[in-house]
């Protein structure tokens, strides 16, 4: 069984920094793309940032670039965004999700499992 | 960026109806889009990839059509666990995008 446990999210002060981790299990992590995926409860989806199977790779949403970093440890299975200056606006449960091989392609942008993901809250 | 807008925001119906969910793109995607639906309290779910491949394990009541710029979900007969919020998204280019949700009431 696939699954992808996130963990390290919490609140933060406005400017602070933190480090989610995503724990992947059930699939070979290194053979696919992987992204973070956030979700303001009640509101819509917004992509962040992903990265390919050997962590060469990464892209990131205009609104977290330069302060956020994706990376990937694919011998520990674990997928990581580092996230500093963090601002009100990131506030958001923060999903891990894997990038789908499907119908033989590995797609960098589609979702086809997602962790429970782990709540992150900017504020003073 | 890419912005994808979805008709309508909210639509009410029963049990059995047939619903369309219209996607529209600000510039041509070729059929690099998805569809997810997210029921309260879960993670989305992956249903439809390149505009019309159903997902494997997806009910084939469920389906997808377009190309370019407009895109269709349809569900053909709607079931109590179809009532939830569809999203759908690009992967042409980055940015990758969502489209802003539909949300799907019984009626």
Redesign the interface.
């Known amino acids: 069984e696939v699954q992808l446990v996130e963990s390290g999210g919490g609140l933060v002060q406005p400017g602070g920094s933190l480090r989610l981790s995503c724990a992947a299990s059930g699939f070979t992590f290194s053979s696919n793309w992987m992204s973070w995926v956030r979700q303001v409860p009640g509101k819509g989806l917004e992509w962040v940032a992903n990265v390919n199977q050997h962590g060469s790779e990464t892209y990131y949403a205009d609104s977290v670039t330069g302060r956020f970093t994706i990376a990937r440890d694919n011998a520990k299975n674990s997928l990581f965004l580092q996230m500093n200056s963090l601002r009100g606006e990131d506030t958001a449960v923060y999903y891990c999700a894997r990038g789908c091989c499907c119908g033989g392609n590995c797609y960098a942008g589609l979702f086809d499992q997602w962790g429970q993901g782990t709540p992150v809250t900017v504020s003073s | 960026?890419i912005q994808l807008t979805q008709s309508p925001s909210f639509l009410s119906a029963s049990v059995g109806d047939r619903v369309t969910i219209t996607c529209r793109a600000s510039q041509g995607i070729s059929s690099y889009l998805?569809w997810?639906q997210?029921k309260p309290g879960k993670?989305?779910n992956?249903l439809i990839?390149?505009a019309s491949?159903l997902?494997s394990g997806v009910p084939s009541r469920f389906s997808g059509s377009g190309s370019g710029t407009e895109f269709t979900l349809t569900i053909s007969s709607l079931q109590p666990e179809d009532f939830a919020t569809y999203?759908c998204?690009q992967?042409n280019s980055?940015?990758?995008?969502?489209?802003?949700?539909t949300r799907l009431e019984i009626k």
């Open positions: 960026d998805a997810y997210q993670v989305p992956l990839y390149a491949t997902q999203y998204q992967l980055y940015p990758i995008t969502f489209g802003q949700g």
